[in-house]
Each structure stands twice: as structure tokens, then as C-alpha cells.
């Protein structure tokens, strides 16, 4: 078995079920896996300031956020990379060009074009997001990630000109047809390895569980990487272990095979 340091868990679809709960198995796991001393990281696509409360819930105040560009480890700062204002603005021209709505994830808010269609609503609504504000350009260069809001199937054909991106479909039910925009060098694997160099923690020493497009990189950039049962049959071929879905202890059991709880 591999001495584990550390484990990086994505939250939706991975520790969060579609009702919003959290298994009391996860929560069992994720305690024992304090206990013995190994650092627990929560890393998502959702933008920091909108997940503290589920950190809070589990005890955990080390995270990665907005798809691998900010990493802060007990409130210290690891990792930020903010996008582009080149690539804001093209994100702007193309949603605007083809008709799609966008949100822009800052430091402190959710700042979308526009917030009066239904998907937009249904999109706020899903991920509970509380500190929404309208785009201005003194916004530009505080940008941490993004998501294209539609529901258009097959919209990432529209973004396939940039370069240096690709788009990742949102892994929930009912927002399969929006997309998180990923930076081919700034992701959640990228974070990953950040993290990893500055805690001075092997790569075999590392875990990480997740379900979405947006987790390739990670798993990918650990030893012990595990897709869940319920995650995007793509994502199977980036992670060298499965575990069960998320409302049938998937968590629990991957950490199971790692032998770190019984």
C-alpha cells in the first residue's frame, strides 16, 4: 500500500449528492483521515468563496478552487493564476457572438453577463450561489475561472479557435450542456502538483477523487487517483482505480482499498 500524505476530493459528484448532503460515510473518512495526520483538500471548479460552508461541514480549510487556478492551504496561498484579460474578453465575444450566458468567478464574486434567463436562474439555484454581481471591465483582471452557461447541446464546438483552452462539460444533472472553461496550464492537475511541491509530498504519496472532465489532470497527477462510480465514462481511462458512486459510500471505499480506513 502507498504511504498516503494527502487526498484531494472534488465536490460535486464526489462528496456532495444530488440532494446537497454529504454521506455520513464521507464524513467518518474524512475525519479518520485527519486524525492520522493526513492533509485533506477540497478541489473544485466552484469558486472559493462559495464552498467554505461545505469545508466548514468537514473541517477542512485547505482547498483548490476555480479548476485548479487559486490553491490555499490553511490560509495560506499556494497558487494564483488569474485568467488572461485577453482570454476574458474573447470568452465575452464569442458567448455574446452565439448567444450563451457566462459567469466569471472573482476572489469574492460570481459576476455574470446577465442574470435574467432561465438557465441562468436554474444555474444559481443548483450551486447555491449567494454572491452574484453584474460584469463591469474594472472586473477583467481579477478573473480566477469561468463557466459557459447554455443549453445548447455540443456548444464547445463554438470555443474550439482558442488556444491554450479546453472546455469541460459540467458533470451535474441538468447542467450537462454548460461548460467550465480549463486552462491547458492551469488546472486542477497543475494545482495539484503545486500543492504537492510546496508541502514536499510525492506524487506516490498523493490521492484524489473525482467524477468530471475537469478532474482528468488531477487524477492523472497523483499516484492513487479514483474515478466514481457515477463519474463521465471518459474519465475512467485517466484514473488507475474506480470506487463506488457517490451515494453509495465512493469515498469511503476507494480510501478503503487504500487500506486508510477500515
Not at 486552462?183 to 509530498?201: C, E, F, Y
Amino acid at each position: 500500500m502507498p504511504d498516503i500524505k494527502i487526498v484531494f476530493l472534488d465536490i460535486d459528484g464526489t462528496i456532495l449528492r444530488p440532494d446537497d448532503t454529504i454521506e455520513e460515510s464521507t464524513k467518518k473518512a474524512v475525519a479518520h483521515l485527519q486524525q492520522s495526520g493526513i492533509e485533506v483538500f477540497l478541489a473544485t471548479g466552484r469558486p472559493l468563496h462559495e464552498i467554505t460552508d461545505i469545508g466548514d461541514e468537514l473541517s477542512i480549510s485547505s482547498y483548490i478552487a476555480y479548476n485548479g487556478a487559486f490553491a490555499i492551504h490553511r490560509g495560506v496561498t499556494l497558487f494564483n493564476e488569474p485568467l488572461p484579460a485577453s482570454l476574458v474578453d474573447n470568452l465575452l465575444h464569442t458567448t455574446k457572438e452565439n448567444n450563451y450566458d457566462i459567469v466569471l468567478y472573482s476572489q469574492n464574486k460570481n459576476i455574470f453577463t446577465s442574470m435574467e434567463s432561465k438557465i441562468v436562474k436554474e444555474f444559481i439555484k443548483t450551486f447555491h450561489l449567494r454572491k452574484n454581481a453584474i460584469y463591469d471591465e474594472t472586473k477583467k483582471e481579477e478573473i480566477l475561472g469561468s463557466t459557459i452557461i447554455t443549453t445548447e447541446e455540443h456548444s464547445e464546438k463554438r470555443f474550439e479557435h482558442f488556444d491554450g483552452i479546453h472546455l469541460s462539460s459540467v458533470n451535474v444533472d441538468g447542467m450537462r450542456t454548460c461548460h467550465d472553461v480549463i486552462r491547458d496550464k492551469v488546472n486542477k492537475g497543475v494545482a495539484v502538483k503545486a500543492v504537492l511541491a510546496s508541502l514536499h509530498i510525492s506524487t506516490e504519496q498523493a490521492a484524489a477523487f473525482g467524477d468530471g472532465m475537469n478532474d482528468k489532470e488531477m487524477l492523472s497527477a497523483v499516484g492513487s487517483g479514483f474515478a466514481m462510480g457515477n463519474a463521465n465514462p471518459d474519465l475512467f481511462s485517466y484514473a488507475k482505480n474506480k470506487t463506488t458512486d457517490v451515494e453509495h459510500s465512493g469515498v469511503y471505499n476507494g480510501l478503503k482499498q487504500l487500506g486508510l480506513v477500515e
